[in-house]
């Protein structure tokens, strides 16, 4: 089969290789189409010592073969995965693996090209979201409307994957106000989202710091800040949480600590009082893994329904062979409210009927 390989630069060689095995809980996916994410670019930086790898996380594809212990997937079945990062048989292939508590079923309305834009930015979103800042959940009873509707949360780089995700996932769970910070894609893909009756506002980061400081104090209308979301994690963003995250709060006989959650790894510059987390989406393949079988779930049912929508794509031309400009407007900021995905059959050399 064939197979991208990315090494630091970016730089990828598309190569033979043979058509992998899964193993027991694992499902063998013939991709249809792939996702990308900025990672994709990074992690050959990052670790340069380490051997080229084919970074592709995001499967969208037909189920191929399926491990003895597999009880939810058959061959012909309609899915996307999220493959395990750091490991081989990824996206950027004919034929992926990926472990079946992180491969879920895709609705009939939902094409492989959305698809392919869910697997990893999604299930970041939901980790964020729910079990580093511990919003409460939707299907949560425990925590009443009034106090979800009173719950501000700032999430910053809201046009981003990510932070897409995050909003609608937010506000399925009933959180409000929501403070959404974005650039010129806000208006067209954010702004239809927020509820203003609720408190919901978009602030436009393009308009400078103090106007974006200032613009989260006036919707915050003399609450405290404690949750935020860094979907962007750089280029300042933390700096512009930490004039605005809570010192803590006295709510009964408890002391409630701000927390904020960023998508690198850096430790970041917001105030001691904060408690900051990394949301890494690994983990659903380590020590979360029955959360990301559960929201997986929850997702495609989501979709299903329709108040879950993935992400605005970009087929980039060429299959496999358009992996190199994808990874370089990554890297050179060029994608905006934009997730670039692959149809593998426009590879060279890759025969395939209609998909």
Same mark, same amino acid.
């Given at each position: 089969?064939?197979?991208?390989?990315?090494?630091?630069?970016?730089?990828?060689?598309?190569?033979?290789?043979?058509?992998?095995?899964?193993?027991?809980?694992? /499902?063998?996916?013939?991709?249809?189409?792939?996702?990308?994410?900025?990672?994709?670019?990074?992690?050959?930086?990052?670790?340069?010592?380490?051997?080229?790898?084919?970074?592709?996380?995001?499967?969208?594809? @037909?189920?191929?073969?399926?491990?003895?212990?597999?009880?939810?997937?058959?061959?012909?079945?309609? *899915?996307?995965?999220?493959?395990?990062?750091?490991?081989?048989?990824?996206?950027?292939?004919?034929?992926?693996?990926?472990?079946?508590?992180?491969?879920?079923? @895709?609705?009939?309305?939902?094409?492989?090209?959305?698809?392919?834009?869910?697997?990893?930015?999604?299930?970041? =979103?939901?980790?964020?979201? &729910?079990?580093?800042?511990?919003?409460?959940?939707?299907?949560?009873?425990? *925590?009443?409307?009034?106090?979800?509707?009173?719950?501000?949360?700032?999430?910053?780089?809201?046009?981003? =994957?990510?932070?897409?995700?995050?909003?609608?996932?937010? +506000?399925?769970?009933?959180?409000?106000?929501?403070?959404?910070?974005?650039?010129?894609?806000?208006?067209?893909? @954010?702004?239809?989202?927020?509820?203003?009756?609720?408190?919901?506002?978009?602030?436009?980061?393009?308009?400078?710091?103090?106007?974006? /400081?200032?613009?989260?104090?006036?919707?915050?209308?003399?609450?405290?800040?404690?949750?935020?979301?860094?979907?962007?994690?750089?280029?300042?963003?933390?700096?512009?949480?930490?004039? *605005?995250?809570?010192?803590? *709060?006295?709510?009964?006989?408890?002391?409630?600590?701000?927390?904020?959650?960023?998508?690198? &790894?850096?430790?970041?510059?917001?105030?001691?009082?904060?408690?900051?987390?990394?949301?890494?989406?690994?983990?659903?393949?380590?020590?979360? +893994?029955?959360?990301?079988?559960?929201?997986?779930?929850?997702?495609?049912?989501?979709?299903?329904?329709?108040?879950?929508?993935?992400?605005?794509?970009?087929?980039?031309?060429?299959?496999?062979?358009?992996?190199?400009?994808?990874?370089?407007?990554?890297?050179?900021?060029? =994608?905006?409210?934009?997730?670039?995905?692959?149809?593998?059959?426009?590879?060279?050399? /890759?025969?395939?009927?209609?998909?």
């Amino acid at each position: 089969m064939k197979e991208a390989i990315v090494a630091a630069g970016p730089k990828v060689q598309i190569i033979d290789s043979p058509i992998p095995e899964p193993n027991d809980d694992q /499902v063998l996916i013939r991709v249809v189409v792939s996702g990308c994410n900025p990672k994709d670019w990074k992690l050959p930086e990052w670790m340069p010592d380490k051997p080229p790898l084919n970074q592709g996380d995001d499967i969208a594809g @037909i189920v191929e073969k399926v491990g003895s212990r597999v009880w939810e997937f058959k061959p012909g079945d309609r *899915v996307a995965a999220f493959h395990e990062m750091f490991s081989p048989h990824g996206s950027f292939a004919e034929y992926a693996v990926a472990w079946q508590h992180t491969t879920f079923h @895709i609705p009939q309305e939902t094409s492989f090209e959305e698809a392919a834009a869910l697997p990893l930015a999604a299930m970041t =979103a939901a980790l964020g979201l &729910f079990s580093r800042l511990g919003l409460p959940e939707p299907w949560t009873k425990a *925590v009443p409307d009034e106090e979800r509707e009173n719950t501000p949360l700032v999430i910053y780089g809201a046009s981003s =994957a990510v932070g897409y995700y995050a909003l609608q996932l937010a +506000k399925r769970s009933n959180i409000h106000p929501l403070i959404c910070i974005a650039g010129r894609a806000g208006s067209e893909r @954010i702004a239809p989202l927020l509820d203003q009756s609720k408190g919901d506002v978009l602030i436009d980061y393009r308009e400078g710091e103090q106007a974006v /400081v200032e613009g989260i104090k006036k919707a915050l209308n003399g609450r405290p800040l404690l949750h935020a979301f860094d979907a962007v994690s750089e280029k300042g963003t933390p700096e512009h949480l930490a004039q *605005v995250l809570s010192q803590p *709060v006295k709510k009964g006989d408890k002391e409630v600590r701000a927390k904020v959650t960023f998508v690198l &790894f850096d430790k970041m510059g917001v105030p001691d009082y904060v408690d900051q987390s990394t949301t890494n989406v690994g983990s659903v393949h380590k020590d979360e +893994k029955d959360f990301g079988y559960v929201w997986y779930r929850y997702m495609a049912r989501g979709l299903q329904e329709g108040w879950f929508k993935p992400q605005r794509t970009e087929v980039l031309p060429g299959g496999l062979a358009g992996v190199q400009e994808g990874l370089e407007r990554l890297r050179d900021g060029k =994608a905006s409210a934009v997730k670039y995905v692959y149809r593998i059959k426009e590879t060279e050399g /890759v025969e395939r009927g209609d998909e």
